[in-house]
């Protein structure tokens, strides 16, 4: 069945310093979602990825979709603590199911 | 607009106990999702439903656990004879068509 990774499962970083987590799914998307938790919150999405190699930026956040649609990425330039979560991707392979992927939680050390 | 909106927020319930789960989605969204997450854990997807269809419930344990999503009013996600192991704080999202989910604050459930 379909299957989302992600790696790292946990990242402590220096504030400054940059950081980036990674999303590959076992079968090709029609589209890829990333969402944000803060502790003891709700999941809160990001952004939106649909088209081969799209790249799409955020202020400091930057995510991509791989070329192949199977994998993705966020990456984060000089972290500040309001960055602290865990960030999920969630694949979307047509229909209206999303699969998570297992998330990432980010510390961000002053 | 109000978003999700989930209650309880916190739930206490003894061994054996039901729980009921409520979640009403954003307004204008047909389609619900529960997932469900232990402390320092993944979003582990559960059912999806449309009014009055479960679209697909292949995370959902075959024992004790049902929701539902009627014509009128929240959708409900109801756990019988409740174990230790259920506790998780248990979130519902929403969204119509492919747009994004939106989350409710979560029910967090305590089995004691």
């Known amino acids: 069945g379909q299957q989302v990774m992600q790696i790292p499962q946990y990242q402590h970083v220096q504030e400054g310093e940059d950081f980036t987590t990674y999303c590959n799914s076992s079968t090709t998307l029609s589209n890829i979602q990333w969402y944000k938790q803060r502790p003891g919150g709700h999941p809160v999405f990001l952004i939106q990825?649909?088209?081969?190699?799209e790249v799409k930026k955020q202020k400091r956040l930057t995510f991509q979709f791989g070329e192949a649609k199977k994998n993705s990425s966020l990456h984060i330039t000089a972290t500040q603590t309001t960055d602290v979560g865990t960030y999920f991707c969630a694949g979307h392979q047509g229909g209206n199911q999303f699969y998570f992927g297992t998330g990432t939680s980010l510390t961000v050390i002053p | 607009n109000a978003g999700v909106m989930q209650n309880p927020r916190h739930l206490v319930r003894r061994r054996g106990q039901e729980a009921r789960l409520r979640c009403s989605p954003m307004k204008g969204h047909s389609h619900v999702y529960w997932y469900r997450q232990l402390p320092e854990e993944g979003l582990k997807f559960m059912v999806y439903l449309q009014k009055e269809n479960i679209i697909d419930e292949s995370g959902m344990p075959k024992e004790r656990f049902s929701a539902e999503f009627p014509k009128e009013g929240p959708s409900i996600l109801r756990i019988q004879q409740v174990v230790r192991g259920d506790s998780a704080a248990y979130f519902c999202a929403s969204s119509q068509g492919n747009s994004p989910l939106h989350f409710g604050n979560g029910t967090r459930l305590t089995v004691t």
């Open positions: 990825l649909v088209k081969s190699g």
